[in-house]
């Protein structure tokens, strides 16, 4: 059981927007800071979104992320088939009594109706 | 344009130990601002962060998997390596290699390798 929480599945629309949210303990999200990863079928997960809501270089500002609290979300608007993936959420929480470590959101499917 | 390339072999036997190795090419794992660690997945399911090196041998490991596992670096061959004792068949996953950027906001995985699966069955 991930410590970070996605919803298992999400569907909208080609052109619609969807958001997903990833929350967690006050300790893991609110105090640090929130990446999203885009894992299209039968490939690696690739970077979508780091601290919080930056998008490297390459991908569209159809993505984005924003944080408040204890949970991020990630949006993405003008769906497009191509969106149909796998997105998780993960953060480096040092506050952990056995050390330091990354923890993954549980990960949600987007599907594109 | 930077690659990693998990390499190992694809079954192991339960209770052998997993032995793979990550080769880091475009890119110097010496340099100081990356960690260089192991993330797996099991077929159908999630991601599991397993943990990370930094060029000076330093490591972070999941506290789960804490136990069994052990990640070293060669910076004379820009590779690092994954050893998992005593698997079972739970151990079964694609497992991947990835560049972990250390910054003033802490640590994100911002570079993935394409994978490798390993299966453990006798």
């Known amino acids: 059981q991930s410590v970070l929480t996605q919803p298992p599945s999400v569907s909208a629309a080609p052109g619609q927007k969807v958001t997903i949210s990833c929350s967690g303990s006050?300790?893991?999200?609110?105090?640090?800071?929130v990446s999203w990863y885009q894992q299209l079928p039968g490939t690696a997960p690739k970077l979508l979104i780091y601290d919080n809501n930056k998008r490297p270089s390459g991908i569209p500002d159809r993505f984005s992320g924003s944080k408040s609290g204890t949970s991020a979300t990630l949006g993405i608007t003008g769906l497009q088939t191509g969106d149909e993936a796998d997105y998780y959420c993960g953060t480096w929480d040092s506050s952990m009594s056995a050390g330091p470590n990354w923890v993954f959101g549980g990960g949600t499917k987007l599907t594109v109706l | 344009q930077l690659q990693l390339q998990e390499s190992g072999p694809g079954l192991v036997k339960p209770s052998e130990t997993l032995s793979l190795t990550c080769t880091v090419s475009g890119g110097s794992i010496s340099s100081t601002s990356y960690y260089w660690g192991w993330i797996r997945q099991p077929p159908g399911k999630g991601l599991e962060w397993i943990g990370i090196i930094y060029y000076d041998g330093s490591t972070y490991y999941n506290p789960s998997l804490n136990s069994r596992v052990t990640i070293s670096v060669d910076t004379s061959k820009n590779h690092f390596s994954l050893k998992l004792s005593s698997v079972t068949a739970a151990d079964t996953a694609m497992y991947y290699c990835a560049r972990h950027l250390s910054a003033a906001s802490g640590i994100l995985i911002d570079y993935w390798g394409q994978g490798t699966l390993v299966t453990v069955s006798s």
């Open positions: 006050s300790s893991r999200i609110e105090n640090y800071y």
